[in-house]
């Protein structure tokens, strides 16, 4: 399970390309989001390849098609919620965010909630990291800077 507070995290390819996310617990709080609102059986039940392989281990080169599937679909459901919807910790659901409600205007929905300090959306950097992967035929693993 990701956590750490102000780890630095993002996605390494092949063990050269770091395309960085952010704190860990912002990209735990993406995952989490997405398996509360978009999972009803549990964690990676529906998207299996991004919640439970990406999350926990190397995405092989193989399974990239499969990720990029599960991403546009997530992004598309995460459209249909509000800012205001955002899950801090799927194990702990009382937890909120460090910025509480005071979310910009330009983020209307959770597709776009999760992004990086330079504006970039997690699904932008997750695209950009699978796209790498898929040109270098390698895997993908998220990775911490300390």
């Not at 952010?22 to 009803?40: N, Q, R, V, W």
């Not at 009382?94 to 910009?104: E, V, Y």
């Amino acid at each position: 399970m990701l956590g750490g507070g102000f780890m630095t995290v993002g996605f390494l390819v092949d063990g050269t390309f770091f395309y960085e996310i952010g704190s860990a617990d912002f990209l735990h709080s993406f995952f989490s989001t997405i398996s509360y609102h978009l999972e009803p059986d549990g964690w990676g039940t529906k998207y299996p390849y991004l919640l439970k392989k990406l999350y926990y281990e190397p995405l092989e080169w193989s399974e990239i098609a499969l990720a990029r599937n599960e991403a546009k679909a997530i992004k598309n459901n995460l459209k249909k919620l509000t800012s205001e919807e955002v899950v801090w910790d799927i194990n702990d659901l009382t937890a909120k965010s460090p910025w509480g409600k005071d979310i910009s205007e330009k983020v209307p929905n959770l597709a776009n909630y999760f992004a990086t300090s330079e504006g970039d959306t997690f699904f932008d950097i997750l695209n950009e990291a699978l796209n790498s992967a898929e040109e270098d035929k390698s895997s993908i693993v998220i990775h911490y800077l300390l």
